[in-house]
């Protein structure tokens, strides 16, 4: 038997929980289920050392309230009709939804360079969400790198938790993060944060108009121990443990695409695409925060709100459309300074490993006309991650085009396959 | 942070781990790889948050899950494949 919810809302974090809270604030039946252990999303991930924010343990904890039903540790395998097929930790089960709101959040761009693969080498999201997890950092020499406001962030997560933070490497220009600080007025809460994060970083260099070109193991080979980086004032070669490097944020679309909303164009990638209510295209499916396009926590926040009442066919208060626009707007001055500039996109050389599950490199994609083709010869995202990784990566290359997804969203177990007959 | 531990065997050894810590934090105390890849590179947890399968490691018999997903649990058996 499937369980049944007025809104059923994919992803616990800023977004879902504001829709959660929305939707059940005019009695809505909810659940909310993620795939994470904890709710919070990627921004408010639980760190196992140190206390959230009050804000968002307040968020976290007004967007799971009874009688709200929260679904932990809970994947969607398929879709059918007005319907989910989920694996919880223990078992399969369908959701069926009146509404349904895609909140699904963000991973983060990871584009391949030489050494890339070492052990040693993380995302720059992906070391703040490990550091939060309890992954040992302490007196690690880390070099943080890529773009985009996340650096920030990050490098003050891995400075929390006992990191040295030796230089944080942003590919931008200089010229046009000044730019962006000039125009910070417009939002006074993400200026007082940058000025926060830049307090917290106090002594850190923060070098513009860098990318890191290659990371180097030791004499033995396997692990990182340096990193040979490219700025204005010529190449250079910085010793360290650790390399924390993402080149920003993109939307995923897993579940998006599995139910075939139509998106848009996000850069060299896809977003959901949505009206000012948040509903996709497709009926009594609403879509709100990064799965709409990377906007941060405020935007998020809003869009979830407004898809929770939309979902519950409520008036949705102007106030709160135009709060959602002013967000957005924030939204596309990042996306405009942070623009990856060409140097970024041609760090891969041929011998560069482009799939890391199924190690293809960069140069055995040569003469591939499209990804399909490319995996059928060469099993080019055909591994454990089902292209998740090198999919983002060759689109922002400008190799293939992402191509959607097929059920199971990601690897389930053979109980929950069975179950994918029994929708009741 | 309380301070409290739990206990964990990792690679057929036991150990004392903070209690709330991801499997993925509690293998990188190791400092082995967690898998190896294809061509027989050593790797480590890339994304920490599900999307990479770098982290992959058998957790009480079922093989291929993702470390950085899984919190630790009293008496958890992890191996990794190297």
């Known amino acids: ?424 | 942070m309380n301070g409290a531990t739990v206990r964990i065997t990792l690679n057929g050894r036991p150990f004392e781990v903070e209690e709330g810590c991801s499997v993925a934090a509690a293998v990188a105390r190791l400092g082995v790889p967690f898998r190896h890849s294809v061509r027989g590179e050593p790797r480590m947890p890339l994304c920490g948050m599900g999307v990479c399968f770098e982290c992959r490691v058998c957790i009480d018999g079922v093989a291929g899950q993702r470390a950085c997903m899984v919190p630790v649990r009293a008496g958890m058996q992890v191996t990794t494949d190297g």
């Open chain 1, 1 to 424: 038997m499937a369980e049944r919810y007025d809104v059923l809302v994919a992803g616990a974090g800023p977004a879902g929980l504001a829709a959660a809270q929305a939707a059940a604030a005019q009695g809505a039946r909810v659940a909310v289920l993620d795939a994470q252990p904890r709710a919070g999303g990627q921004v408010w991930r639980h760190d196992i050392r140190h206390a959230p924010s009050s804000r968002a343990a307040r968020s976290i904890r007004a967007g799971l309230e009874r009688p709200i039903a929260w679904m932990p540790g809970t994947s969607v395998v398929a879709a059918e009709g007005d319907a989910l097929l989920v694996q919880t930790p223990n078992a399969a089960q369908w959701l069926r939804y009146r509404s349904l709101v895609i909140a699904t959040g963000a991973r983060e761009l990871l584009l391949p360079f030489p050494g890339w693969t070492l052990p040693g080498a993380v995302g720059a999201g992906g070391a703040q969400a490990l550091a939060k997890q309890g992954w040992p950092l302490a007196g690690k020499r880390v070099v943080v790198a890529g773009s985009g406001p996340l650096l920030l962030a990050a490098g003050a997560t891995l400075r929390k938790h006992g990191a040295i933070v030796l230089a944080i490497c942003e590919q931008a220009e200089a010229a046009a993060l000044r730019g962006f600080a000039a125009g910070l007025w417009r939002w006074p809460g993400k200026l007082l944060q940058a000025a926060q994060l830049r307090l917290q970083l106090a002594g850190v260099p923060y070098r513009a108009g860098t990318v890191v070109r290659r990371a180097l193991p030791g004499p033995n080979g396997d692990a990182l121990r340096a990193v040979e980086i490219e700025s204005p004032r010529g190449p250079e070669k910085l010793a360290c443990d650790r390399l924390a490097v993402g080149y920003g944020l993109l939307p995923n679309m897993e579940l998006a695409h599995l139910l075939g909303c139509a998106t848009r164009s996000h850069g060299a990638h896809a977003a959901v695409q949505v009206d000012a209510r948040q509903r996709t295209s497709l009926d009594r499916v609403y879509a709100a925060g990064e799965a709409c396009g990377i906007g941060g926590v405020d935007c998020a926040r809003l869009e979830g709100s407004i898809a929770g009442l939309a979902a519950t066919d409520t008036e949705v208060p102007v106030n709160l459309l135009r709060q959602r626009d002013h967000a957005r707007a924030f939204a596309a001055s990042v996306q405009r300074t942070f623009d990856l500039r060409p140097p970024v996109r041609a760090l891969a050389d041929a011998d560069t490993l482009v799939c890391r599950c199924e190690d293809v490199t960069l140069g055995m994609l040569a003469g591939h006309a499209d990804f399909r083709g490319a995996k059928l010869a060469t099993r080019c995202g055909m591994g454990a991650c089902q292209g998740r990784i090198c999919g983002a990566a060759l689109a922002e290359l400008g190799r293939f085009p992402q191509a959607g997804c097929r059920p199971p969203l990601f690897p389930a177990r053979l109980s929950t396959l069975a179950h994918s007959e029994s929708n009741a």
